[in-house]
């Protein structure tokens, strides 16, 4: 079996749609987002909350339909699928794919996958502005590459990190360059190489950093469980 067919089978049985986009025609690092994008609705999940799909419009669907390209939360030129997430007591949460978010420049940055507070995403759709980097909980920058990870992506997630301002942020890849480590960890940037289906402890990782942004956004909430 082919590592596209790996990321496809696990994205399948993550999220449990009925139909994906996706396919083993697709391009791997377009998958790997959507890999990402499940490991965050599958935690969340997990973690006692209520996820299920919707389109641009509103609609609840099972048949997911992603990006694979950069794009603006609110178009509606085709029905794209985010994740509403929803703990008990707590403002809801949307979970999305490839789209570009508001830095505190004005600059827009592409979010390989982006999990933000719904009403900011409401706001987006209604006046078709760009989502605010400061309204996102967790901004993770998903790398999938068979040649070399070179510093210059590195570089690009600490200026990603310095201006969009989100919450969290998560630098994952499916492979590992002691350079690109070396550079983020003496920035105390998040992170976490090696991530692919046949890696349990790797994903494991990565889950665990999605549950610590869970548990941080809910502990601002009295009431709310903390997970």
Same mark, same amino acid.
Do not use: Y
């Given at each position: 079996m082919s590592s596209i067919d790996d990321l496809l089978n696990e994205v399948k049985w993550l999220i449990a749609a009925r139909n994906l986009s996706y396919t083993s025609a697709s391009d791997a690092c377009d998958i790997y987002e959507g890999f990402l994008f499940s490991l965050v609705a599958s935690t969340a999940s997990k973690w006692g909350a209520h996820v299920h799909y919707e389109d641009v419009h509103g609609n609840s669907v099972q048949d997911l339909l992603f990006r694979t390209g950069p794009g603006q939360l609110y178009t509606k030129t085709?029905?794209?699928? /985010?994740?509403?997430?929803?703990?008990?007591?707590?403002?809801?949460?949307?979970? /999305? *794919?490839? *789209?570009? *978010?508001?830095g505190g420049s004005g600059?827009? /940055?592409e979010c390989d996958v982006v999990v933000l507070q719904a009403d900011e995403?409401?706001?987006?759709?209604?006046?078709? *502005?760009?989502?605010?980097?400061?309204?996102?909980?967790?901004a993770i920058e998903c790398k999938y590459y068979t040649t070399h990870l070179g510093i210059e992506l590195a570089r690009n997630f600490e200026g990603l990190h310095a201006d969009l301002r989100a919450q /969290?942020?998560?630098f994952v890849s499916n492979t590992s360059a002691p350079n690109v480590l070396r550079y983020l960890s003496a920035r105390k940037r998040e992170y976490e190489p090696l991530v692919v289906p046949s890696a349990p402890d790797r994903v494991q990782e990565v889950r665990s950093q999605i549950r610590r942004a869970f548990k941080s956004y809910l502990s601002g909430y009295t009431g709310s469980a903390l997970i």
């Open positions: 085709k029905p794209f699928t /985010h994740a509403v997430i929803e703990f008990d007591r707590a403002p809801a949460l949307e979970a /999305h *794919v490839g *789209v570009r *978010v508001q600059v827009l /940055h995403a409401a706001l987006s759709r209604r006046e078709s *502005v760009a989502p605010r980097g400061s309204k996102c909980l967790l /969290h942020e998560l």
